[in-house]
């Protein structure tokens, strides 16, 4: 049979798990997690925007880590979830394309802010005298555009390149999104070389951040070695483990992804680490940040009390009727 090619046409998404036997289930325990992850990173955003005491250079580049986070999960999962209940798993030629293209920028701004909420963290614990100055406000606003514009050119440049292949026979994405990898197995000519390029260039955008991630904490750890004070130590840690986490976290799915070779991946692999770091990490970023985070717990208690107190004010201020 001729090879038809037509990129115009819609891909068909086969899901997390092809033939789900429950998928009421699935979509239960998904949607849950859509709803816990949107609700803290927007939680998070407030309280950091709402109280004076988080008006500082980390929390600044939390608040965007969080709003990356809440946009990256809209990506996928609604599309996810409404596949679930229906029969049509289509998703129109510029659908994905779009997807990759924000999926790309995201996953890539989050790399290079992570970087450089380790450097941040390092001038905190390093240089707390010269930290108001090294970190200005113009300073952070820079870090995160540069974030935002370093995902971006990563976005422009593979996205093209990706959708510009002739796609023909089956259109059937055997993957829950558009992901690059899954995409190219269905074109008709040889993506090797693309693949190739694609992945120096994965390769290249991880080391930049992972560079300054640990050159940050190799001196943060010398620092924290030679103070005397268990208190400083104390709180040096306390400051820098829960970015700790989160970066082991998304860097290790990360490294499965873009750095072990085609080998050590099969369909079903790639699908779990896919959802592990677009679903599961938004959700579990916040939660970290402020379970582990002094600053972030009280600024939540705040507000609490005083919903509560508006609360009981206007039950005592009820008019009574007559």
Sequence with gaps: MEAVYK??????LLGLITHPTFP?????VVFSIFVVAVTANLVMIMLIRMDSRLHTPMYFLLSQLSIMDTVYICITVPKMLQDLLSKDKTISFL??????????????GEFFLLGLMAYDRFVAVCNPLRYPIIMNPRICLLMVLGSWAGGSLDGFMLTPVTMSFPYCGSREINHFFCEIPAVLKLSCTDTSLYETLMYACCVLMLLIPISFISVSYTRI???VYHMSSAEGRRKA?????????VVSIFYGAAFYTNVLPHSYHTPEK??????????????????????????????LRKVL????SSQRFRVRHVPEKY
């Excluded at 009421?24 to 239960?28: D, K, S, T, V, W």
């Excluded at 659908?95 to 890539?108: D, R």
């Excluded at 677009?278 to 009280?298: E, F, G, H």
């Design 305 to 308: 009390r005083k919903h509560a």
């Design 95 to 108: 659908g994905c394309a779009l997807q990759i293209f924000l999926y790309l920028t995201l996953i890539g």
């Design 237 to 245: 840690f306390t400051t820098c483990s829960s970015h700790i986490i």
């Design 270 to 299: 790639d699908k779990v680490v896919s959802a592990f770091y677009t679903i599961l990490t938004p959700m579990l970023n916040p939660l970290i940040y402020s379970l582990r985070n002094r600053d972030v717990a009280a600024a």
């Design 7 to 12: 990129n115009s046409t819609d891909f068909i």
């Design 221 to 223: 750890l010398i620092t």
């Design 24 to 28: 009421g289930l699935i979509f239960a």
